[in-house]
């Protein structure tokens, strides 16, 4: 009696020789599984980039950290609401300081604000790029942000009271601009303004984004950019199991102070970690449920070709299927063989589509959007199954056809 196991690997054997035997064939039927899975792959593997991306550049926050600010991170309202958040009243710095002195339930509040176009720093040794971000910021906001002080000393409270003429260099700059000593003690230039290098440190970024920056005591910054600029506010709350309470009474706070009147909506947004990633998969699910729709048609499409072409193989075989079944084969050997081929041809298409769409949107993401590449695992092996399901459900009409075909008719089969 014959082993399960050698019987698949017969009938796999033979559905391999088949489809080497017709390869035009064999490839036309599986492009339709290909391009379906190709779809899938590509547009899951980019947003899988996209949101590993997020989750990497808000990891700096840690799962304690929330951030207000007067505008959402990514905007999907339309023109009508963007005009309105457009309209918010800035965060200002004594709105800030009014906050701090409320902010009792929060053991660490810093802020935060840089300016857009960046500027060229200069040392005695060289001159930097011209577009290296300047950021003012408290003392505060280190320890909300995770930044790790190398040398020197850290931000005081002072530096701020005062608008005291010091900097503090990222750990690449201080060496691109002193290669030859440390940058502690240093005079740098922003422009024509002096200042003195207090200290080296270092923050968490993502892969291909510049972390390069220097960062200055927030009034001396807003007395560079203006008064007027707008900051934004990190709260650190004592632990994650307070961590929703603290958010609350931070709105309950913030919206006492730009007098918010009761009922309506903020005026302003808080930014954690947890609320980006579920925005982005809010405003990215209407994508994943369309290329669901569009992907389910272009794989039932292909299972329709599998099926014909099946029953085109089952035609041409009869002759081959008789004289099976004269010698012993049984319907079930019949039926597995006709099946497994159907099986193999959409994991062939199966295999090419994932290979390339794993190789374009890993293309896309990093040198079109700038982010790392993702290989996501779970939908690679999610699309063989669906291609596996798509070859037993459409190769088993043909296999069954096959399986009862009479033998003595078959023999006759020219």
Known sequence: ???????????????????????????????????????????????????????????????????????????????????????????????????????????????????????EIISRFTKSAPNIPIEGATPGTWQTNNWTLLEGRPMLESDVDSARDVCFLSKGLAASLFPHSSAIGERVKLGSAPRMVAGVFERASSPGSSSESAVLPMTNWLNRYGRRQELSIAVQASSPATFAETVEQARGAFRALRKVPPGEDDDFEIVSSDAMIAQFEKVTFAVRAGLTVVSSIALLAAGVGIMNIMLVSVTERTREIGLRRAIGARRRSIMVQFIMEAVVLSEIGGFLGIAAGL??????????????????????FLALLICSLVGVVFGTYPAYKAAHLDPIESLRHE
């Open 1 to 119: 009696m014959r082993r399960p196991g050698s019987e698949l690997r017969e009938s796999l054997t033979m559905a391999l020789q088949a489809i080497a035997a017709h390869k035009l064939r064999s490839g036309l039927t599986l492009l339709g599984v290909l391009v379906g899975v190709f779809s899938i792959i590509l547009v899951m593997t980019a947003m899988r980039a996209l949101k590993n991306n997020i989750e990497h550049e808000l990891g700096s926050l840690g799962g304690t950290t929330f951030v207000i600010q007067r505008r959402p991170g990514s905007q999907f309202a339309g023109p009508g609401g963007f005009m309105k958040i457009w309209r918010r009243a800035r965060i200002l710095l004594d709105q800030a300081n009014a906050f701090k002195k409320r902010a009792t339930f929060a053991p660490v509040v810093g802020f935060q604000s840089a300016n857009s176009s960046g500027e």
């Open 359 to 380: 190789g374009g949107a890993n293309a896309l993401a990093v040198y079109l959007l700038k982010v790392p590449p993702a290989f996501p695992i779970d939908w690679a």
